[in-house]
């Protein structure tokens, strides 16, 4: 999967799923405080990155992702990997 | 001791998704049963069901605020926007007021089974997603709208088998009185899936007259075989009187009796004895008369030994007085967790409209119920100042409610 299809999945269940919108969907925008990702859709996150890559993301992992630009190359590295 | 009132109505049912759909049913007697060939295809002895079709809230609650809401608290939710709007109640007044929450609720099955068989599936607990849990406990309705409508009151689930919504009033109606309380949203939710009644269905009490799922619900009825299980959501909102003047709210009636008792008995078959005990507290609490009760909404499910013992124990308070009495289940069929407070509720409707819904599929009495004054057509022009409403449920827990006029 190229790295564009990969961000444009993320993209999509960012919208379907988080109800984000399209223009919130900058690579600077911090999860947390921005896009406002709480404690309780990290779990969500675990869930619909294995339906949608096949890998399972370990909770110590989100840690270190900040931005949503952590959050694609994350998911790059290991949907690629996988 | 503080009057206790009702300012707000809202119901989300299987004849009806507000009040007035839900009272054109009423006088009409029309019937919410149908048959769910899903249930026959997972091996259930009887696919009668009520049917109602789950709403869409997406758009109307934030997706965090949806996952965590089981069915009935889809149905609860739509319920209490209702009777919030009714008794001039919004967001900005709960915010500054401790209004509390009192729900009935005694299952949330389908995200039980839905859990486990991921898990047994995934063999990985954190692929399970984070709303499971608030969804599978029993306090998920008073859990999510607790947090939905940011309530600061009393915040509690009452667990009472098919006696649920009533006892919840009940309670409600005991804290308002003595004080401690000013507004509480009071109501019963009712889960309408398979899975969480593939159980009840194997005690064989559900009726199986599958070719005719509107004739199947005939509490009373010399032929009846056996309830129907159905529900969605009934919520009251119920403050003291003062608190009601002075918001200048709808004053729709007042509860002035709360009866229940134990049965101390076997955990499914009721008796006659403790079914009165409840009728005589509740009319001991009012302060009044027998003669005095305009209408029974009776407990009544369609099984052969509930009715036949309900209307024993109808009699033997109500012989003389024989006020009008019929099931509304009938036409809802069974809303166990829910009915006691739908059951207010249409009761309500009723006494406001001045009619009494008809027990539809009455044909024939028994024994007992021939003695009784059952309406089996929609008795209209009939004047209701005082009714009263009975619930029962497994464990031999019974509750009864006496609302009034005002």
């Known amino acids: ?82 | 001791m503080n009057r206790v009132v009702i300012t707000g109505m809202g119901v989300y049912s299987t004849i009806g998704k507000n009040i007035e759909e839900v009272k054109n049913s009423l006088y009409t007697g029309r019937s919410g049963i149908g048959f769910d060939p899903e249930r026959k295809e997972m091996g259930f002895r009887s696919a009668l069901t009520g049917i109602i079709e789950r709403p869409n809230l997406k758009g109307e609650l934030k997706r965090r605020q949806r996952v965590g809401l089981a069915e009935e608290g889809e149905y609860a939710y739509i319920a209490t926007i209702e009777a919030l709007k009714q008794a001039k109640i919004d967001q900005d007044f709960l915010d500054k007021t401790d209004v509390g929450i009192l729900y009935g609720n005694d299952s949330s099955a389908k995200s039980v089974v839905e859990s486990y068989d991921l898990l047994k599936e995934k063999k990985d607990t954190t692929l399970l997603g984070s709303g499971a849990i608030f969804q599978s406990m029993n306090s998920t309705i008073t859990m999510n709208l607790s947090t939905i409508f940011r309530l600061k009151g009393i915040n509690l689930t009452v667990s009472a088998a098919c006696a649920s919504g009533s006892h919840a009033i009940g309670m409600g109606y005991y804290l308002i009185r003595s004080g401690l309380q000013d507004i509480i949203i009071c109501g019963g939710g009712q889960e309408v899936n398979y899975h969480s009644m593939g159980s009840f269905d194997g005690l064989s009490a559900f009726s199986v007259r599958e070719s005719e799922p509107e004739k199947a619900c005939r509490p009373f009825d010399r032929d009846r075989d056996g309830l129907v299980p159905s529900g969605g959501a009934a919520t009251l909102i119920i403050e003291s009187y003062e608190s009601a003047i002075k918001r200048g709210a709808p004053i729709l009636a007042e509860v002035i009796g709360y009866g229940f008792s134990s049965n101390g008995d076997h955990i499914s078959v009721p008796n006659i004895e403790g079914p009165a005990k409840s009728l005589e507290m509740a009319l001991k609490d009012a302060s009044i008369q027998a003669s005095q009760i305009d209408y029974i909404n009776a407990h009544a499910t369609s099984t052969p030994v509930g009715d036949l013992n309900e209307a024993q124990a109808i009699d033997k308070i109500f012989g003389i007085a024989k006020p009008w009495v019929s099931s509304t289940k009938s036409m809802t069929g069974h809303e166990m967790w829910m009915g006691g407070a739908s059951e207010v509720i249409y009761s309500m409707l009723m006494m406001q409209d001045s009619f009494v819904a008809p027990n539809i599929n009455f044909e024939n009495p028994d024994e007992h119920s021939a003695k009784l004054k059952i309406a089996a057509e929609t008795i209209k022009n009939h004047n209701i100042d005082i009714f009263l409403s009975n619930s029962f449920g497994f464990g031999g827990t019974n509750s009864t409610l006496i609302v009034k006029k005002i």
């Open chain 1, 1 to 82: 999967m190229e790295n564009q299809e990969i961000i444009a999945k993320v993209n999509d269940f960012l919208i379907d799923e988080f109800e984000l919108e399209e223009e919130q969907l900058i690579p600077t925008a911090n999860l947390k405080e921005t896009l406002e990702i709480d404690s309780l859709d990290y779990v969500d996150l675990v869930v619909i990155i294995e339906k949608n890559f096949g890998f399972k993301v370990k909770g110590e992992d989100f840690a270190n992702i900040k931005t949503l630009q952590d959050f694609y190359e994350y998911i790059i590295k290991h949907a690629k990997s996988n």
